[in-house]
């Protein structure tokens, strides 16, 4: 079966534009993360949605950051107004349920450069 | 908060034995994994293991767990230059719906 996809593989934008970032989560899983990995950050957390439960928010660094996932599926982090800070690799991940034990599969990663 | 240690960097020589370790704060981890990042790739999953559990072998990887210490190891036998990569240990906690994540080990096999 398909594992998690992401597109675009590479986005390169201009600082003060705005982003779309998309994710295709494996069929069936009901959990969709957001992570972000650069350089001196590590791999941080962003965003999660389970079902249709209210999204745990509480990794997004700023109001300039969002995400929806429509249809309990396809998931989109926007950024608006992009900065050269938020350069980094937007990795998303999925799993079955939510709970301790529910492996996180991730995609291959959005590579964004804001210029 | 929750903090997840690892060095940074190992180098081994191919058909020795590779241990990367990772350290953690949270006693409430319940389960630990092993992840895999091969440059320009995203992450894949190696192995994980529940809290309750000291010790999983799959294959040429063991893991250990030492909850009292909050010490977990990941051993790679008979290392090959495909295992070169840097591997992320990740917690996930009871209380929080995420893994959080080692700064990462660069592993290097030479010849």
């Known amino acids: 079966g398909a594992g998690v996809s992401q597109s675009p593989s590479n986005k390169v934008t201009e600082k003060g534009k705005d982003v779309e970032l998309r994710c295709d989560p494996i069929s069936g899983h009901t959990a969709l993360y957001w992570y972000r990995q650069s350089l001196g950050q590590g791999l941080e957390f962003l965003i999660y949605?389970?079902?249709?439960?209210?999204?745990?928010k509480s990794g997004l660094p700023s109001d300039r950051f969002s995400a929806e996932r429509t249809g309990g599926s396809v998931s989109t982090l926007t950024i608006q107004r992009t900065q050269q800070e938020d350069s980094a690799v937007y990795l998303c991940a999925s799993s079955l349920v939510s709970r301790g034990g529910d492996t996180q599969y991730f995609g291959p990663g959005t590579r964004l450069t804001v210029l | 908060g929750e903090d997840v240690e690892q060095s940074l960097f190992l180098s081994v020589r191919e058909g020795d034995s590779s241990v990367i370790n990772c350290t953690y704060t949270?006693?409430?981890?319940?389960?630990l994994y092993w992840y895999k990042q091969e440059p320009g790739a995203g992450l894949q999953l190696l192995t994980y293991i529940f809290s309750n559990m000291d010790m999983k072998q799959d294959q040429r990887l063991t893991v250990l767990l030492n909850k009292k210490d909050k010490h977990l190891s990941l051993r790679i036998a008979d290392t090959q230059t495909g295992d070169s990569a840097i591997y992320f240990c990740?917690?996930?906690?009871?209380?929080?719906?995420?893994?959080?994540f080692g700064a990462g080990t660069r592993l290097a096999v030479h010849p």
């Open positions: 949270d006693s409430s981890s319940t389960y």
């Open positions: 949605f389970q079902g249709n439960s209210a999204p745990d």
């Open positions: 990740a917690i996930f906690t009871g209380g929080y719906n995420k893994l959080i």
